[in-house]
């Protein structure tokens, strides 16, 4: 993704990908993600192998977007209010208003989960839209239109749950403004994830963080986050499991999340490596280096959980390392 | 040095290391270092090829450390005042007292240079003791003895010059308490350094730190915190230049060095990747992929004091991958 610039393409260019995506369609799926990574506030994110939503879309000849949702969700079907409808009509102003899109939408990921819900659908489409179009755009550009979705699902252009959900693994925004993402290698993960059914606004979490925060803290917490991204590219699972630590947005955040402490606290006892809030929650994720382990977390998550009257669901999933699959 | 822990002695053990050790000297070549790498404020240090201090040590029978200074620089002889003396007196109590040293320390890492001259002092000392004992103390001992030669010289236990004066090479510093120290693997780097002679006190560069930050001057820290560590590990050069920006102290402290804006345009200019404050100053140094730059890089340097009345000393050098040396 480096060095990717945005080219500005010729009425040729876009004329020849809308002539031949004429009468095809692309199904994805696009997965959910995790992103405020523990120490890794706003910078980094991984994509998981379940949830994921299906989508499939087709050209049409006028410059608009008709969105037909297929779940139970009742999201917007107005282009300009839906978080996948925004991205896709940025893209078709770039296409010279030369064509639109028809996209049907097949919910899995909750939305409002802190699984990345609102990314999919920004993510999902206009990747979808580019396959048809033979790969017109870059991937720089694809991130910055499903970025333009994240706006309106929160209100901030953040890019650490659309870029590991387009190009899958972990992967470290460095720099939003230029844009600057990296892939990050890891060792095979297993991810055990809690979504009690609350709400959390994204909104909200975002403002009862501190805008000031002490340096000795933001000095433990970059000391983690370089140990964290050492840990992952070196495949240690004791120096990451040693770096999953937030000591700066968790101790806020988590008052949000009912029985937040006990369920980090029986999930290590579990042998998870660590964890922390899903994005901004209110779903919480476990990280473990097996499968076993990966399933006794769970069961320590559903203990917690089954004595509160909340309801809840769980996953045990993988890291997904190649993002927004075509099917 | 991960999960090394500090293992008690017998009496037994120190009276096989000691016995084994008399008439014996050791001399060995304790790096200069730089810390504080730019967003690596207080984790991130490395080890130079050049300057570096002379140090020879020998057992004593008496419980104490005599000094020998060959330099110029009328430093303490007293032990306690010492910044080599006070970890070897840490090193003579975990000895139960059954023996002490006598060291000559031919200082050429200038005091005061942001080159870590107390660390070279204080890590030399205890790495060429432990040798004459048979590697009786684990690294992760040293690194604690040498500490305490940091807090002597500045106020405060740091080990981001002792770990890669060391060890060699780049160095994290992920935690202090516990001491958690990651070697960085990194591409061949080449470091030129210009050390104007002025005095800046560590602990006034401490002081004039802003103890409350931003938020989101801190998550931009952060993100090329990680990015440094991911672009070091990849041997990304471009990735290392991106990422070599300190948003946070260079700002503050820069104002303490004379000229250090123009000398780092000029050297950026010339084609260095980036670079900053070597430790809290005045020394600059930048990083080049090339030997040809690096020498540009010393020219820009050179031209930019030149200009002032301050006299000055550049060095071109490499980082040093094997830390401590043994002559």
């Known amino acids: 993704m480096e060095n990717e610039l945005s080219v500005s393409l010729s009425a040729t260019n876009i004329k020849e990908a809308i002539d031949s995506a004429w009468g095809k369609q692309c199904t994805v799926h696009a997965p959910g993600t995790v992103a405020n990574l523990v120490c890794g506030f706003d910078i980094l994110g991984l994509a998981l192998n379940d949830p994921s939503d299906i989508m499939t879309i087709k050209l049409i000849d006028k410059p608009e977007v008709i969105i037909h949702n297929i779940d139970e969700f009742n999201l917007p079907t107005d282009p300009?209010?839906?978080?996948?409808?925004?991205?896709?009509?940025?893209?078709?102003?770039?296409?010279?208003?030369?064509a639109g899109f028809e996209i049907r939408i097949e919910k899995k990921i909750k939305p409002g989960s802190g699984l990345g819900s609102s990314a999919a659908s920004a993510a999902g489409g206009v990747v979808a839209a580019n396959h048809l179009l033979g790969n017109l755009f870059s991937r720089n550009d694809l991130v910055q239109m499903a970025m333009l979705g994240e706006r309106l699902a929160s209100g901030v252009k953040h890019a650490d749950n659309i870029a590991p959900c387009i190009m899958g693994g972990v992967t470290l925004i460095r720099s939003i403004l230029p844009l600057d993402i990296i892939s990050i290698p890891s060792p095979p993960l297993y991810v055990t994830i809690v979504h009690p059914q609350i709400e959390v606004r994204t909104e909200d979490a975002r403002q009862i963080l501190r805008k000031q925060i002490l340096l000795k803290d933001a000095i433990k917490q970059w000391g983690n986050i370089a140990?964290?991204?050492?840990?992952?590219?070196?495949?240690?699972?004791?120096?990451?499991?040693?770096?999953?630590?937030?000591?700066?947005?968790?101790?806020?955040?988590?008052?949000?999340?009912?029985?937040?402490?006990?369920?980090?606290?029986?999930?290590?006892?579990?042998?998870?490596?660590?964890?922390?809030?899903?994005?901004?929650?209110?779903?919480?994720?476990?990280?473990?280096?097996?499968?076993?382990?990966?399933?006794?977390?769970?069961?320590?998550?559903?203990?917690?959980?089954?004595?509160?009257?909340?309801?809840?669901?769980?996953?045990?999933?993988?890291?997904?390392?190649?993002?927004?699959?075509?099917?």
């Open 80 to 98: 300009k209010k839906n978080v996948a409808g925004v991205p896709l009509l940025d893209m078709i102003e770039r296409l010279d208003n030369q």
């Open 227 to 327: 140990g964290l991204v050492a840990g992952l590219m070196k495949g240690d699972y004791e120096l990451i499991s040693r770096s999953l630590e937030d000591v700066l947005i968790e101790p806020v955040r988590s008052i949000l999340i009912p029985a937040f402490a006990e369920v980090k606290y029986r999930c290590i006892e579990a042998g998870a490596m660590g964890g922390g809030i899903s994005g901004s929650g209110p779903s919480i994720f476990m990280l473990s280096r097996d499968e076993t382990t990966a399933y006794k977390v769970e069961d320590a998550m559903k203990k917690v959980y089954a004595d509160t009257n909340i309801s809840f669901y769980t996953y045990v999933t993988t890291v997904n390392t190649s993002g927004v699959k075509f099917v």
